[in-house]
T-cell receptor
Framework: SAVISQKPSRDICQRGTSLTIQCQVD?????MFWYRQQPGQSLTLIAT?????????ESGFVIDKFPISRPNLTFSTLTVSNMSPEDSSIYLC??????????FGQGTRLTVV | AQSVTQLGSHVSVSEGALVLLRCNYS??????LFWYVQYPNQGLQLLLK??????LVKGINGFEAEFKKSETSFHLTKPSAHMSDAAEYFC????????????FGRGTSLIVHP
């Protein structure tokens, strides 16, 4: 298994600002992902974080809004840029080795005011 | 393409009663199937998984699920509900098209009454 540490755990931000969320895994993993979970809803995949190259974004998500870095096999960041109240959500980091289950961090609860 | 359908956004049971949460999947290849639980203000925790082999899978906290290929189902059960089981439960599938990125269902909120 993998233990994923995500921070901050929660934040309240002003609209128009940006927030960077950090994700640290305690072991080397093949795959890292970022999900969004809006209130009362399921998880929506934002992107796959690729080590040393640009992230792979899902339909509806763009790099300018959600820049992602993954400098090594155990660390990734997600930035939510130019935030609006519609960005208020839970953001979850996930990691896996590709053919087993995905592990999740505790999530970052973001409120944009 | 792969997808998951969870029937019932809310399931309400009495403490001590059987828990049954339904999950049907769509996948073009033998799938990997998962159930996750999310307690309030927490991330997702894996309850159990099916990859290959025995179709009845036992997980943590007394939960189990059975993979039924003919019915494309992976329902989650627990013989006797505890108050502490109240949470959101997500079914997920991966493996289709060579993708091991899980696709999640919409989730089922389990409510346990005393």
């Amino acid at each position: 298994s993998a233990v994923i540490s995500q921070k901050p755990s929660r934040d309240i931000c002003q609209r128009g600002t940006s927030l960077t969320i950090q994700c640290q895994v305690d072991s080397q993993v093949t795959m890292m992902f970022w999900y969004r979970q809006q209130p009362g809803q399921s998880l929506t995949l934002i992107a796959t974080a690729n080590q040393g190259s640009e992230a792979t974004y899902e339909s509806g998500f763009v790099i300018d809004k959600f820049p992602i870095s993954r400098p090594n096999l155990t660390f990734s960041t997600l930035t939510v840029s130019n935030m609006s109240p519609e960005d208020s959500s839970i953001y979850l980091c996930s990691a896996g080795t590709g053919n087993t289950e995905a592990f999740f961090g505790q999530g970052t609860r973001l409120t944009v005011v | 393409a792969q997808s998951v359908t969870q029937l019932g956004s809310h399931v309400s049971v009495s403490e001590g009663a059987l828990v049954l949460l339904r999950c049907n999947y769509s996948s073009s290849v033998p799938p990997y199937l998962f159930w996750y639980v999310q307690y309030p203000n927490q991330g997702l925790q894996l309850l159990l998984k099916y990859t290959t082999g025995a179709t009845l899978v036992k997980g943590i906290n007394g939960f189990e699920a059975e993979f039924k290929k003919s019915e494309t189902s992976f329902h989650l059960t627990k013989p006797s509900a505890h108050m502490s089981d109240a949470a959101e439960y997500f079914c997920a599938v991966s493996g289709s098209g060579g993708s091991y990125i899980p696709t999640f269902g919409r989730g089922t909120s389990l409510i346990v009454h005393p």
